[in-house]
């Protein structure tokens, strides 16, 4: 079974700190995800990758840079955390191809205090 | 631009009782289409997809989704609900040669004793 981990399930952190928000796939996977999810808005895409340091801006980009290094880590940074960025984050991998599902990590809960 | 659309925000009903959660996508190109399940404090995990073939196609838990071309529809039913079916599901569409997945808003179910 494919499985994604993220590096936290819960995080508080300070306006104005920068944030790393990690997350592994350990089935060679070539895209990658970021999303955050709030009530009422479902899932918005904030990076996506699909190859070592390649990225692609997803629907909600500002304020987020994202880092893949290697191909089975996909990084989130938040430059200068804000409180409107209190969210759930996941992050999902793939295969290549539009047809293939995305296999989801457990999520984390991410405060801006 | 392709869109999944979730006409019910929230569906409350009784165990074993029957359900149907509806879905409808827009889309120019050729789609592929999901349902995924995220229970309380979990990621997404996927439930059950469309990709050609049969138009409906059913999950290891009694679900079953109808590919309807003509109607744009993708709508999720299962005959008769337990209380573990509690949780949100979203509809889902990807495309030829794409990378990206869209999500719909997501359908809270809540099913009663």
Redesign the interface.
Known sequence: DVK?TQSSRYLVKRTGEKVFLECVQDMDHE?M?WYRQDP????R?IY?S?DVKMK?K?DIPEGYSVSREKKERFSLILESASTNQTSMY?C?S?L?S??????????TRLSIL | AQSVTQLD?QVPVFEEAPVELRCNYSSSVSV?L?W?VQYP??????LL?Y?SGSTLVESINGFEAEFNKSQTSFHLRKPSVHISDTAEY?CAA????????I????TRLFVKA
């Open positions: 994604v895209n995800f009422g808005l479902g899932l895409l996506f699909y692609e997803g996941l999902a793939s290549m539009g047809n293939q599902p995305q296999h989801f990590g457990d999520g | 925000s592929y999901f995924y404090n979990q990621g997404l995990q996927l997809k990709l979203f990807g495309n030829t040669g794409g990378f990206k997945t999500f719909g808003a997501g």
